[in-house]
């Protein structure tokens, strides 16, 4: 009986690390940020729908949350952007960081021009 818990225990285990900590498809080879380290927002925007990931290079984000946009992905990923949205469970502050598609927000407030090209490195895609 213990050891029939242990390997269940450790399956389960194994299937939860599955995803995290390893090196995901990239969405794009490209991207538009306000500058070369897209470490300033582009804009803000408000979330219009649900939106429940497929996988760990997305975040779950839920209708009416804030979203910070830092990257907007292009060419054949130009349909997802890169960005934040801000959790308060508990009265701690979390974010959760990630892509998401750009058709579950509406933009509320453009805070810089996204004019800068910057390529996407295999860690914009990496999940941990």
């Known amino acids: ?13 194994l299937v939860w690390t599955s995803e ?8 794009s080879d490209r ?16 979330a219009v729908q649900d939106f429940y990931p497929g996988d760990c290079r997305f975040i779950p984000i839920r209708q009416g949350e804030l979203v910070y946009v830092y990257a907007m992905l292009k060419d054949r990923g130009n349909l997802f952007w890169a ?7 508990y ?3 979390e974010a959760r960081i990630g892509h998401f598609p750009s058709s579950v927000v509406e933009e509320t407030h453009l805070l810089m021009e996204a004019n800068t090209e910057v390529r996407t490195t ?4 990496y999940c941990n």
Do not use: E, N
């Not at 995290?20 to 969405?27: I, V």
């Not at 991207?31 to 408000?46: E, T």
């Not at 960005?83 to 469970?89: A, I, L, T």
């Open 31 to 46: 991207k538009l940020c306000a500058d070369s380290d897209c470490s300033y927002p582009i804009l803000m925007a408000r």
């Open 20 to 27: 995290a900590g390893r090196q995901m498809p990239k969405l």
């Open 1 to 13: 009986m213990t050891s029939r818990l242990c390997l269940s225990v450790c399956c389960w285990l």
């Open 122 to 125: 295999k860690w914009d895609f």
């Open 91 to 93: 009265g701690q502050q």
């Open 83 to 89: 960005g934040s949205v801000q959790d308060s469970y």
